[in-house]
Nanobody
Framework: QVQLVESGGGLVQAGGSLRLSCAASGRTISSYAMAWFRQAPGKERDFVASISQSGGSTIYADSVKGRFTISRDNPKNTVYLQMSSLKPEDTAVYYC?????????????WGQGTQVTVSS
């Protein structure tokens, strides 16, 4: 069992940056693919980015490619999402997830989410 806790969300102006963190406990994340998803009000939860167990492979949604960077620090049991050039449409609750395959949309463990609000 892996427990995931996101942090780093907040209110930022369009064009600004934020870094989200996802701290894991219970088990080491080195054996898990990790991902970020987001859910805007009234919309379904969408995939944002994922990273393989070693960190050597990543996938991004087209909407964030070139602006967001996912990374992981396995010794610290933490995953990050660096978000730059933020847009109002990036406003959502961001969730961290752990699973077996980074190229799969099915994840087994989820955090509680952190709110990101981008003002225009």
């Amino acid at each position: 069992q892996v427990q995931l806790v996101e942090s780093g969300g907040g209110l930022v102006q369009a064009g600004g940056s934020l870094r989200l963190s996802c701290a894991a406990s219970g088990r080491t994340i080195s054996s898990y693919a990790m991902a970020w998803f987001r859910q805007a009000p009234g919309k379904e939860r969408d995939f944002v980015a994922s990273i393989s167990q070693s960190g050597g492979s990543t996938i991004y949604a087209d909407s964030v490619k070139g602006r967001f960077t996912i990374s992981r620090d396995n010794p610290k049991n933490t995953v990050y999402l660096q978000m730059s050039s933020l847009k109002p449409e990036d406003t959502a609750v961001y969730y961290c997830a752990a699973g077996s395959m980074y190229y799969n949309l099915k994840y087994d463990y989820w955090g509680q989410g952190t709110q990101v609000t981008v003002s225009s």
